[in-house]
């Protein structure tokens, strides 16, 4: 099983555009959980510079100066040794705006870094972050999938073509069905994604149901490949969903979408559903996020919301910062009043 989950992420890592001159940094990946010996054991076996390194205080400095080249040390400026300088990332999902946010807090422009290649995974991307990831530092991310019951890291990936996954078909059978019928749903319908294993020994699956939701896709994918093609998670059949008061289902990858590309909102955001503040027995959506703008933004994205959604949210904007960062995934809803 371990060395067909090394064979795995080699390929998917191969699928996601990295080669074995390549120098992979993976911040956050080598702990202990499903990820990291997959992601180890994958760079390993395409001949990838793997530098593992360890998510906490302290981390935005050693990813700068391994992005860079160059740390600091006493006030003076020090040239790393060029085979500890990486030319691509690894990283949680929820980790892409943190990179922005290093590099526009340190001031580095994009030209200074040797990154050219970033991968994230763990949990679902909205475009509107990977858009906003593109402009500011040049490079598309790209998805890479995996569950810790099929080993880890290793099941799909993100081709050169972009917005679809290339499930590993000599490895595992994917299905798209509907959660409730159980019935395939056509191509371009949201589904639930099932998982069959055809190699794993330790804890073999069959028709295995994820719980994540996607779309089914036409096979002929432009990059080529002959791997089955489906579309990227957008979220968790049920858990990741949010439901505003009258019955309107809430997926966290769509809000970003409304939230997002309004100018002066930043990257962090709470959501949560409590109690209505003046009619009793009902309830009211609150969204909090971090913005530098004007006195009427709440506004402007009360009514971006009131038009996708038919529903208006309260909405509060906080100062950049007010939302601490989490090291790991992603925690979008918070308890009521916490804002």
Same mark, same amino acid.
């Given at each position: 099983d371990a060395a067909q989950w090394a064979a795995n992420v080699a390929t998917l890592?191969? +699928?996601e555009g990295l080669r074995k001159n390549d120098?992979?940094?993976? =911040?956050g990946l080598s702990r202990e959980?499903?990820? !990291?010996?997959?992601t180890y054991l994958g760079a390993i076996a395409l001949g990838i510079t793997f530098i593992p390194i360890t +998510?906490?205080?302290? $981390? !935005?400095?050693? +990813? /700068?100066?391994h992005l860079s080249g160059r740390i600091r040390v006493d006030g003076k400026e020090i040239l790393?040794? =060029?085979l500890l300088r990486a030319n691509a990332i690894h990283c949680l999902s929820s980790f892409l705006p943190r /990179? $922005?946010? +290093? $590099? $526009?807090?340190?001031?580095v &422009? =994009?030209?200074?870094l040797a990154l050219t290649k970033i991968i994230c995974g763990a949990e679902p991307s909205s475009d509107a972050v990977r858009m906003r990831v593109a402009e500011r530092l040049g490079i598309w991310p790209r998805d890479d999938y995996g569950l810790g019951e099929f080993y880890g890291p290793g099941v799909a990936g993100e081709c050169d073509a972009g917005g679809c996954l290339h499930v590993l078909s000599d490895t595992f059978i994917a299905e798209v069905i509907d959660p409730e019928t159980s019935e395939p749903t056509p191509e371009g319908e949201m589904g639930e994604l099932i998982l069959t294993s055809l190699h794993k020994e330790a804890l073999p699956l069959f028709r295995y149901r994820t719980g994540d939701r996607l779309m089914a896709l036409p &096979?002929?994918? =432009?990059?080529?490949?002959a791997h089955m093609r489906i579309g990227r998670v957008t979220g968790r059949i049920r858990t990741d969903d949010i439901v505003v008061p009258g019955g309107t289902v809430i997926n966290r990858t769509y809000l970003e979408e409304v939230l997002l590309p309004v100018d002066g909102v930043g990257y962090e955001y709470v959501v949560t559903v409590a109690e209505h503040p003046r009619r009793k027995g009902l309830q009211q959506f609150y969204i909090a996020v971090e913005a530098d703008g004007d006195a009427d933004l709440a506004e402007v994205i009360a009514r971006r919301f009131r038009m996708e959604y038919k529903y208006t949210p309260v909405v509060h904007v906080l100062p950049m910062g007010a939302v601490p960062r989490a090291w790991g995934k992603a925690k979008r809803q918070c308890s009521p009043g916490e804002y």
């Amino acid at each position: 099983d371990a060395a067909q989950w090394a064979a795995n992420v080699a390929t998917l890592y191969w +699928i996601e555009g990295l080669r074995k001159n390549d120098t992979l940094l993976a =911040p956050g990946l080598s702990r202990e959980f499903t990820g !990291s010996g997959g992601t180890y054991l994958g760079a390993i076996a395409l001949g990838i510079t793997f530098i593992p390194i360890t +998510i906490g205080p302290g $981390v !935005s400095e050693a +990813i /700068l100066a391994h992005l860079s080249g160059r740390i600091r040390v006493d006030g003076k400026e020090i040239l790393l040794d =060029p085979l500890l300088r990486a030319n691509a990332i690894h990283c949680l999902s929820s980790f892409l705006p943190r /990179l $922005v946010e +290093i $590099v $526009v807090e340190y001031d580095v &422009q =994009p030209a200074d870094l040797a990154l050219t290649k970033i991968i994230c995974g763990a949990e679902p991307s909205s475009d509107a972050v990977r858009m906003r990831v593109a402009e500011r530092l040049g490079i598309w991310p790209r998805d890479d999938y995996g569950l810790g019951e099929f080993y880890g890291p290793g099941v799909a990936g993100e081709c050169d073509a972009g917005g679809c996954l290339h499930v590993l078909s000599d490895t595992f059978i994917a299905e798209v069905i509907d959660p409730e019928t159980s019935e395939p749903t056509p191509e371009g319908e949201m589904g639930e994604l099932i998982l069959t294993s055809l190699h794993k020994e330790a804890l073999p699956l069959f028709r295995y149901r994820t719980g994540d939701r996607l779309m089914a896709l036409p &096979q002929n994918c =432009p990059c080529g490949l002959a791997h089955m093609r489906i579309g990227r998670v957008t979220g968790r059949i049920r858990t990741d969903d949010i439901v505003v008061p009258g019955g309107t289902v809430i997926n966290r990858t769509y809000l970003e979408e409304v939230l997002l590309p309004v100018d002066g909102v930043g990257y962090e955001y709470v959501v949560t559903v409590a109690e209505h503040p003046r009619r009793k027995g009902l309830q009211q959506f609150y969204i909090a996020v971090e913005a530098d703008g004007d006195a009427d933004l709440a506004e402007v994205i009360a009514r971006r919301f009131r038009m996708e959604y038919k529903y208006t949210p309260v909405v509060h904007v906080l100062p950049m910062g007010a939302v601490p960062r989490a090291w790991g995934k992603a925690k979008r809803q918070c308890s009521p009043g916490e804002y």
